[in-house]
């Protein structure tokens, strides 16, 4: 989900979020000008209302025009997306979900993020430190 949440996200959902996301809030107008092909301005609205009833989104009355702001931080919904595919796909498994990424030959890590998941590890295993 874009990286984001529970709710199963469309296509175009996910693109909304990512514009959303991007620019930190945006009218209806914005919105519709950034999705490639573009509905039109009713169904963006209708689609942005359908974010807010889903509450990814929440809505501030600026002047004669609406705002739309994620409700929360695009790294927690990323990390809740991530808990949720661990959990369906890996049964839990953490392990299983970074060998599943590792594993996939397009990953190249450079050594400041070997040096960070290793700390990350460190402080995830019995006994280690927890930030």
């Known amino acids: ?5 529970p709710h199963k996200l469309s296509r175009r959902e996910r693109q909304i ?4 996301y991007e620019r930190g809030q945006a009218t209806a107008a914005e919105v519709q000008a950034a999705l490639p ?3 039109g301005y009713s169904a963006v609205r209708a689609m942005l209302a359908i974010l807010v009833g889903k509450k990814l989104l929440k809505i501030e009355e600026a002047g004669p025009r609406y705002l739309y702001h994620p409700t929360q931080p695009r ?3 990323g990390r809740s997306a991530i ?3 661990v959990q ?3 049964a839990g498994s953490v392990e299983n979900a970074v060998a599943a990424l590792l594993e996939g030959g397009d ?3 450079s050594d400041a993020e070997v040096a960070r998941l290793q700390e ?3 402080q995830n295993r019995p006994g280690g430190k927890t930030p």
Do not use: G
Request: charge should be positive; hydrophobic fraction near 50%; proline fraction near 7%.
């Open 88 to 90: 369906t796909f890996f």
């Open 17 to 20: 979020m990512d514009i959303v």
């Open 107 to 109: 990953a190249r890590l």
């Open 37 to 39: 092909e573009p509905p």
């Open 75 to 77: 790294q927690q919904a």
């Open 120 to 122: 990350l590890i460190k």
């Open 83 to 85: 808990q949720k595919v």
């Open 1 to 5: 989900m874009s990286i984001l949440h």
